[in-house]
Protein backbone atom coordinates (compact mmCIF):
# COMPACT_ATOMS: atom_id res chain seq x y z
CA UNK A 1 0.00 0.00 0.00
CA UNK A 2 3.14 2.15 0.56
CA UNK A 3 4.20 1.82 -2.43
CA UNK A 4 1.38 2.63 -4.20
CA UNK A 5 0.91 5.57 -2.47
CA UNK A 6 4.69 6.47 -3.42
CA UNK A 7 4.28 5.45 -7.16
CA UNK A 8 0.76 7.48 -7.15
CA UNK A 9 2.61 10.74 -5.74
CA UNK A 10 5.40 10.66 -7.57
CA UNK A 11 3.28 10.39 -11.06
CA UNK A 12 1.38 13.30 -9.58
CA UNK A 13 4.55 14.92 -9.51
CA UNK A 14 5.65 14.36 -12.57
CA UNK A 15 2.79 14.76 -14.71
CA UNK A 16 2.18 18.06 -12.72
CA UNK A 17 6.17 19.56 -13.77
CA UNK A 18 5.32 18.73 -17.58
CA UNK A 19 1.85 20.35 -17.77
CA UNK A 20 3.96 23.66 -16.29
CA UNK A 21 6.96 23.14 -18.91
CA UNK A 22 6.52 24.02 -22.55
CA UNK A 23 10.17 24.90 -23.77
CA UNK A 24 11.30 21.03 -23.47
CA UNK A 25 10.04 19.77 -26.83
CA UNK A 26 7.74 20.46 -29.52
CA UNK A 27 4.68 18.31 -28.34
CA UNK A 28 4.99 19.70 -25.05
CA UNK A 29 5.02 23.02 -26.15
CA UNK A 30 2.34 22.47 -28.79
CA UNK A 31 0.36 20.80 -25.52
CA UNK A 32 0.90 23.19 -23.21
CA UNK A 33 0.72 26.82 -25.32
CA UNK A 34 -1.49 28.75 -25.90
CA UNK A 35 -3.30 28.04 -29.66
CA UNK A 36 -1.05 29.44 -32.36
CA UNK A 37 -1.91 30.56 -35.80
CA UNK A 38 0.25 29.60 -38.39
CA UNK A 39 0.50 30.36 -42.56
CA UNK A 40 2.56 27.09 -42.46
CA UNK A 41 3.94 24.14 -40.26
CA UNK A 42 6.05 21.47 -41.29
CA UNK A 43 5.69 17.91 -40.33
CA UNK A 44 7.92 14.91 -40.58
CA UNK A 45 11.14 13.35 -39.17
CA UNK A 46 14.54 14.28 -39.52
CA UNK A 47 14.38 14.52 -42.72
CA UNK A 48 12.43 17.81 -42.02
CA UNK A 49 13.51 19.05 -39.62
CA UNK A 50 17.09 19.25 -41.09
CA UNK A 51 16.11 20.52 -44.14
CA UNK A 52 13.29 23.07 -43.87
CA UNK A 53 14.90 26.36 -43.04
CA UNK A 54 11.46 28.04 -41.16
CA UNK A 55 13.15 31.25 -40.86
CA UNK A 56 13.01 31.94 -44.72
CA UNK A 57 9.65 31.38 -44.79
CA UNK A 58 8.85 33.65 -42.09
CA UNK A 59 11.09 36.30 -43.57
CA UNK A 60 8.82 36.36 -46.47
CA UNK A 61 5.91 36.93 -44.61
CA UNK A 62 4.97 33.46 -44.34
CA UNK A 63 4.40 32.64 -40.30
CA UNK A 64 6.16 29.51 -40.07
CA UNK A 65 7.51 26.80 -37.45
CA UNK A 66 9.30 23.43 -38.23
CA UNK A 67 7.40 20.70 -36.28
CA UNK A 68 9.90 18.18 -37.47
CA UNK A 69 11.08 15.79 -35.01
CA UNK A 70 13.97 13.23 -35.61
CA UNK A 71 12.81 9.55 -35.36
CA UNK A 72 9.24 10.31 -36.32
CA UNK A 73 6.95 7.96 -37.75
CA UNK A 74 4.13 9.36 -40.02
CA UNK A 75 2.03 8.19 -37.35
CA UNK A 76 3.37 10.21 -34.67
CA UNK A 77 3.23 12.55 -37.85
CA UNK A 78 -0.53 12.05 -37.71
CA UNK A 79 -0.97 12.16 -33.73
CA UNK A 80 1.25 15.12 -33.64
CA UNK A 81 -1.49 17.39 -36.28
CA UNK A 82 -4.78 15.78 -34.50
CA UNK A 83 -2.98 17.17 -31.26
CA UNK A 84 -2.90 20.60 -32.37
CA UNK A 85 -6.71 20.71 -33.75
CA UNK A 86 -7.55 19.23 -30.19
CA UNK A 87 -5.32 22.56 -29.07
CA UNK A 88 -7.56 24.96 -31.17
CA UNK A 89 -4.90 25.48 -33.63
CA UNK A 90 -5.13 27.66 -36.66
CA UNK A 91 -3.30 26.49 -39.67
CA UNK A 92 -3.39 27.27 -43.46
CA UNK A 93 -1.02 25.26 -44.93
CA UNK A 94 0.95 21.88 -44.03
CA UNK A 95 4.54 20.75 -45.70
CA UNK A 96 4.62 16.62 -44.64
CA UNK A 97 7.54 14.98 -45.78
CA UNK A 98 6.59 11.52 -47.20
CA UNK A 99 9.41 9.25 -48.62
CA UNK A 100 11.34 7.03 -46.76
CA UNK A 101 8.72 7.16 -43.74
CA UNK A 102 6.37 5.88 -46.05
CA UNK A 103 8.35 2.41 -46.53
CA UNK A 104 6.68 1.08 -43.11
CA UNK A 105 3.52 1.81 -41.04
CA UNK A 106 5.02 1.55 -38.09
CA UNK A 107 6.06 3.80 -35.06
CA UNK A 108 8.90 5.63 -33.60
CA UNK A 109 9.09 4.33 -30.00
CA UNK A 110 11.35 7.84 -28.77
CA UNK A 111 8.58 9.68 -30.36
CA UNK A 112 5.88 7.84 -29.07
CA UNK A 113 7.13 8.49 -25.03
CA UNK A 114 7.42 12.24 -25.13
CA UNK A 115 3.09 12.29 -25.65
CA UNK A 116 2.62 9.70 -22.79
CA UNK A 117 2.93 12.55 -19.90
CA UNK A 118 -0.11 13.52 -21.72
CA UNK A 119 -2.28 10.92 -21.77
CA UNK A 120 -4.43 11.09 -18.82
CA UNK A 121 -5.38 14.70 -20.22
CA UNK A 122 -5.65 14.63 -23.71
CA UNK A 123 -8.74 11.99 -25.37
CA UNK A 124 -6.82 12.54 -28.46
CA UNK A 125 -3.47 11.20 -27.09
CA UNK A 126 -5.70 8.54 -25.24
CA UNK A 127 -7.71 7.18 -28.44
CA UNK A 128 -4.23 6.94 -30.46
CA UNK A 129 -2.93 4.30 -27.79
CA UNK A 130 -5.50 2.57 -26.65
CA UNK A 131 -4.77 -0.02 -29.05
CA UNK A 132 -1.06 -0.67 -27.15
CA UNK A 133 -0.58 -3.96 -25.76
CA UNK A 134 0.60 -2.13 -22.33
CA UNK A 135 -1.85 0.70 -22.80
CA UNK A 136 -4.11 -0.70 -19.36
CA UNK A 137 -0.51 -0.26 -17.40
CA UNK A 138 0.47 2.76 -19.03
CA UNK A 139 -2.88 4.43 -18.42
CA UNK A 140 -3.64 2.62 -15.17
CA UNK A 141 -1.00 2.03 -13.27
CA UNK A 142 0.87 5.30 -11.75
CA UNK A 143 4.44 6.25 -12.49
CA UNK A 144 4.26 3.24 -14.91
CA UNK A 145 4.86 5.51 -18.32
CA UNK A 146 7.40 7.20 -16.54
CA UNK A 147 9.27 3.68 -15.75
CA UNK A 148 8.55 2.04 -19.32
CA UNK A 149 9.88 5.37 -21.36
CA UNK A 150 12.08 6.70 -18.52
CA UNK A 151 15.06 7.47 -21.27
CA UNK A 152 12.80 10.11 -22.89
CA UNK A 153 10.65 11.04 -19.83
CA UNK A 154 12.32 9.98 -16.80
CA UNK A 155 14.18 12.01 -14.04
CA UNK A 156 16.89 13.61 -16.09
CA UNK A 157 14.01 15.24 -18.48
CA UNK A 158 11.66 16.16 -15.57
CA UNK A 159 14.30 18.05 -13.80
CA UNK A 160 15.07 19.94 -16.94
CA UNK A 161 11.77 20.16 -17.32
CA UNK A 162 11.28 21.65 -13.99
CA UNK A 163 14.02 24.12 -14.19
CA UNK A 164 12.42 25.16 -17.65
CA UNK A 165 15.58 24.28 -19.34
CA UNK A 166 15.36 25.33 -23.24
CA UNK A 167 16.05 22.76 -25.56
CA UNK A 168 17.44 23.64 -28.99
CA UNK A 169 14.15 22.41 -30.50
CA UNK A 170 13.36 25.91 -30.54
CA UNK A 171 15.99 27.82 -32.04
CA UNK A 172 16.07 29.12 -35.93
CA UNK A 173 11.73 28.45 -35.53
CA UNK A 174 11.98 24.78 -35.47
CA UNK A 175 14.79 24.06 -37.99
CA UNK A 176 17.81 22.16 -36.76
CA UNK A 177 20.26 23.20 -38.86
CA UNK A 178 23.41 20.73 -39.42
CA UNK A 179 27.18 21.92 -40.60
CA UNK A 180 29.68 18.60 -40.20
CA UNK A 181 30.12 16.76 -42.37
CA UNK A 182 30.11 12.83 -42.97
CA UNK A 183 32.68 11.24 -44.57
CA UNK A 184 31.08 8.49 -46.40
CA UNK A 185 28.19 9.55 -48.09
CA UNK A 186 26.30 6.04 -48.97
CA UNK A 187 22.75 4.65 -47.94
CA UNK A 188 21.78 1.75 -48.43
CA UNK A 189 18.07 1.49 -49.18
CA UNK A 190 17.49 -1.94 -51.34
CA UNK A 191 15.09 -3.44 -49.35
CA UNK A 192 13.20 -0.22 -48.59
CA UNK A 193 9.32 -0.22 -50.61
CA UNK A 194 7.07 2.20 -50.43
CA UNK A 195 3.59 0.81 -49.47
CA UNK A 196 -0.22 2.34 -48.64
CA UNK A 197 0.08 4.20 -45.13
CA UNK A 198 -2.87 4.60 -42.92
CA UNK A 199 -1.26 7.57 -40.71
CA UNK A 200 -0.60 8.84 -44.17
CA UNK A 201 -4.43 8.54 -45.33
CA UNK A 202 -5.63 9.85 -41.83
CA UNK A 203 -3.48 13.16 -42.71
CA UNK A 204 -4.71 13.50 -45.62
CA UNK A 205 -8.27 13.20 -44.12
CA UNK A 206 -7.52 15.66 -41.27
CA UNK A 207 -6.24 18.38 -43.36
CA UNK A 208 -9.24 17.73 -45.97
CA UNK A 209 -11.99 17.97 -42.87
CA UNK A 210 -9.72 21.24 -41.72
CA UNK A 211 -9.61 23.16 -44.47
CA UNK A 212 -5.60 22.75 -44.56
CA UNK A 213 -3.74 23.17 -47.61
CA UNK A 214 -1.48 19.88 -47.85
CA UNK A 215 1.94 19.82 -49.62
CA UNK A 216 3.30 16.54 -49.84
CA UNK A 217 7.03 15.97 -51.12
CA UNK A 218 9.97 13.65 -50.71
CA UNK A 219 13.11 15.97 -49.74
CA UNK A 220 16.59 15.60 -51.09
CA UNK A 221 18.97 12.76 -50.82
CA UNK A 222 23.10 12.18 -51.65
CA UNK A 223 23.95 10.39 -55.06
CA UNK A 224 25.39 8.01 -53.07
CA UNK A 225 21.89 6.24 -52.41
CA UNK A 226 21.00 2.99 -54.03
CA UNK A 227 17.65 1.85 -54.83
CA UNK A 228 16.62 5.41 -56.43
CA UNK A 229 13.97 3.97 -57.98
CA UNK A 230 12.20 3.91 -54.45
CA UNK A 231 10.99 7.63 -55.45
CA UNK A 232 9.71 7.13 -58.56
CA UNK A 233 7.63 4.11 -56.43
CA UNK A 234 6.81 6.67 -53.96
CA UNK A 235 5.22 8.99 -56.93
CA UNK A 236 3.49 5.93 -58.49
CA UNK A 237 2.38 5.11 -54.79
CA UNK A 238 0.74 8.59 -54.30
CA UNK A 239 1.02 10.18 -57.54
CA UNK A 240 -0.18 13.76 -55.20
CA UNK A 241 3.71 13.61 -53.69
CA UNK A 242 6.16 16.22 -55.51
CA UNK A 243 9.69 14.60 -56.02
CA UNK A 244 12.69 16.95 -54.87
CA UNK A 245 15.02 14.33 -53.86
CA UNK A 246 16.96 15.47 -56.88
CA UNK A 247 17.23 18.99 -56.26
CA UNK A 248 20.13 19.21 -54.65
CA UNK A 249 22.84 16.49 -55.36
CA UNK A 250 26.37 18.25 -55.09
CA UNK A 251 28.01 15.97 -51.99
CA UNK A 252 29.18 19.68 -50.58
CA UNK A 253 25.86 20.15 -49.29
CA UNK A 254 25.35 16.90 -47.50
CA UNK A 255 26.05 16.46 -43.82
CA UNK A 256 25.16 12.49 -44.36
CA UNK A 257 23.65 10.85 -46.78
CA UNK A 258 20.02 11.31 -46.17
CA UNK A 259 19.96 14.83 -44.26
CA UNK A 260 21.68 18.26 -46.03
CA UNK A 261 23.81 20.55 -43.95
CA UNK A 262 22.82 23.68 -43.56
CA UNK A 263 23.63 25.25 -47.06
CA UNK A 264 21.79 22.68 -48.04
CA UNK A 265 18.44 22.96 -46.68
CA UNK A 266 18.56 26.84 -47.70
CA UNK A 267 18.89 26.26 -51.55
CA UNK A 268 16.55 23.39 -50.77
CA UNK A 269 14.63 26.01 -48.67
CA UNK A 270 14.41 28.79 -51.95
CA UNK A 271 13.14 26.29 -53.92
CA UNK A 272 10.30 25.22 -52.11
CA UNK A 273 9.44 29.17 -51.30
CA UNK A 274 9.51 29.34 -55.30
CA UNK A 275 7.44 26.83 -56.42
CA UNK A 276 4.41 26.67 -53.35
CA UNK A 277 4.64 30.16 -52.29
CA UNK A 278 5.52 32.85 -55.03
CA UNK A 279 2.65 35.46 -54.15
Avoid at 18 to 33: A, D, H, M, T, W
Amino acid sequence: MISFAMLLLADIFYTYIYLNSYNRNKIQFVFNSEPQKYDLIILGSSRANNHFDAEMFNKKGIKTFNYGMSGSRLSEDALFLELMIERNYKIKNIILEVDLNINTDGFSEGTRACFMPYIHNSKTIKKYYKDLPNFNKVYYIPFYRYINYESKIGFREMFFASIHKKSKDFDHFGYYPLYEKNSVLKLDISKYYPKKNKSYELIKKICQQNNINLITLTTPICTGCNNREYFKNVKKLYPEIHNYENIVTDDKYFSSCGHMNDKGAKIFTSKIISDFFKN
